[in-house]
């Protein structure tokens, strides 16, 4: 067995998803209730608009909005919710975990990953929007998790090593090459990172509504146009 995973959970992992629930509960109550409703019809119009006869992938897409929110999404103050968090919280040795977790959730990393090894519950990944390499450990389970498979993913450190947040979008395996080919066209044209995941998330809904069938050839099709319908949360 590796060190990898006999390792103790630190607590600031579990302290860090906690947080990320209670922001998204903060943060959507008055007085922030008009703002998280500009930012859901934001983020959907980019990834593609879910309704409740999605399946998995609505709960999926609405936890990775909220995560989104949470962490980047600046707000009428200029600033994400998990930054107004940072500030509002003293800056003493009982709140120091907590101020901590609230810096890294900040700082996460979201972006789109090409797997490159999996071994244990430790997790190769290279960021095909940006190059950087990481080794994520994934305390929960690496099953799904396969080489050569593209992702997306939230990134956060929580003092020992890089791990995920609670979200993932695993895109088809047989469309890898056109995803990949979507992803150096999209760069070549100065498209930035959050213009490409939402092209690809899209795509995926596309292939998700289609029976997971011809991925490679819905991928290729590339982006035509958003989905049809309003935001239902």
Known sequence: MSDDEIRAPRPEAGL???LLDQLAAEFAAPPFRAQIAAAREEYFTRTGKVFEDDA???EARTVAFLEWYVAERPLAEGRSPALIALERTPADSVNADRRMALARIAT??????????VEGNRVELEDVLGGARFSV?????????????????????????????????????DARTEILNLVDDSLMTGA??????GKLSQLYLR??????????RIYKGGFTGNTAGPVVL
């Open 56 to 58: 998995e992938v609505y």
């Open 16 to 18: 860090i998803h906690a």
């Open 192 to 197: 930035g990172r959050d213009e490409i995941m």
């Open 108 to 117: 996460s990393h979201r972006s789109l990953f090409d797997i490159a090894k």
């Open 137 to 173: 450990v994934e305390r929960r389970s690496t099953i799904g998790f396969e080489v050569g498979a593209i992702v997306e993913a939230r990134v956060v450190w929580d003092g020992a090593d890089p791990l995920f947040t609670k979200t993932f979008l695993f895109h088809p395996r």
């Open 207 to 216: 292939w998700h509504r289609h029976g997971h069938l011809n991925a490679g």
